[in-house]
């Protein structure tokens, strides 16, 4: 005998997860129209969960950490984009180098779809207390192009490549938004032409120089100096 569901115990509408993605994106695309006058901060936060409809109460739930939420959130975005774009590639006809290049390049268009934001957010990223925020995104970012580009290793290469590719994101990005393309893609070269011997990059690799490079790259970012 087959039984009839109690209309009022279905569950109507999106799954939970689904409904969560949708509201971040919402409240994202708010941030990033508020951003350029509001600052990175918690204001923001509390405008752009205002301006896409959601209370505080659901802010908390979507995003607890706030700003930082929202930074994370952007810098996935940009990923996302990144290698959507890199999909439309051989990837298996690029030499190591030309898949270095067009990474990073991707990830420049990415990030540049919202250059507006990148001065405000750099001085949010740039607290001491949000720098491992930034390294960890920046690091993120650098494994998903590693990811694409091939790469298996598991042993210290995997870190060690990771590193280096995320100083060559941070500050060929800084040097994008304070110079311009070309000038990130002559500094892009050039720092390629300085690590393609992998054993040098391992060589000189000290544990605090990704700090170092991001550190320096949101000053460059956030005063607009190359």
Do not use: C
């Not at 409904?19 to 204001?43: F, I, K, Y």
């Not at 590639?89 to 268009?109: N, S, T």
């Not at 990223?125 to 930034?134: C, K, W």
């Not at 280096?164 to 002559?186: E, N």
């Amino acid at each position: 005998m087959s039984q009839t569901v109690d209309p009022s115990l279905q569950v109507s509408g999106p799954p939970a997860a689904s409904w969560a993605d949708s509201a971040e994106q919402r409240v994202l695309d708010e941030a990033l129209r508020l951003a350029p006058r509001t600052g990175w901060n918690t204001a923001l936060v509390a405008r752009a969960l205002a301006a896409a409809g959601l209370s505080e109460a659901e802010g908390q739930l979507l995003l607890p950490e706030g700003p930082r939420d929202l930074a994370a959130l952007l810098s996935r975005r940009h990923d996302a984009a990144a290698l959507e774009r890199l999909a439309a590639l051989d990837v298996a006809a690029l030499k190591i180098r030309q898949r270095i290049r067009e990474g990073v390049v991707a990830r420049l268009d990415a990030a540049a779809q919202n250059a507006d934001v990148l001065r405000p957010l750099a001085v949010f990223l740039a607290f001491p207390t949000n720098l491992a925020l930034a390294v960890r995104l920046t690091w993120d970012s650098a494994d998903a192009l590693w990811r694409w580009a091939g790469d298996t290793a598991t042993d210290e290469n995997h870190y060690s490549k990771r590193a280096i590719l995320s100083g060559i994101l941070v500050s060929t990005l800084a040097v994008d938004l304070a110079s311009g393309r070309a000038s990130a893609l002559s500094h892009l070269d050039a720092r390629i032409d300085n690590v393609m011997a992998f054993e040098k990059w391992k060589a000189g690799l000290k544990p605090m120089d990704l700090a170092t490079e991001v550190v320096s790259a949101l000053a460059r970012m956030r005063y607009g100096k190359a």
